[in-house]
């Protein structure tokens, strides 16, 4: 049995407040993995392309100020 077959099998003996305990922390888990891909690719200047993207628009006047997409005065 592999290593995630038992993490399934493992995952329906749980109860089911267990497993919104364990949906909780996956979610953080992914968030962090996220944000090391996302941190790691701007290191990288992989990301460059974003920033000529959103400037490019800007300058078309094609982009809001975020504070109004946000609804902040």
């Known amino acids: 049995m592999s290593t995630m077959q038992e993490i399934e ?3 329906g003996k749980l109860s089911d407040t267990e497993v919104l305990v ?4 996956l979610r953080e888990w992914h ?10 690719d701007s290191a990288a200047g992989r990301l460059g392309f974003l920033v000529q993207e959103a ?3 800007a300058q078309m ?3 809001k100020p975020l504070d109004e997409i946000l609804g902040n005065d």
Do not use: K, P
Not at 22 to 25: A, C, G, S
Not at 31 to 40: F, K, L, P, Y
């Open 22 to 25: 364990l949906v909780d922390r």
């Open 9 to 11: 099998v493992a995952i």
């Open 61 to 63: 006047g094609n982009a």
């Open 31 to 40: 968030v962090a993995a996220w944000d090391r891909q996302i941190e790691s």
């Open 55 to 57: 400037q490019g628009e």
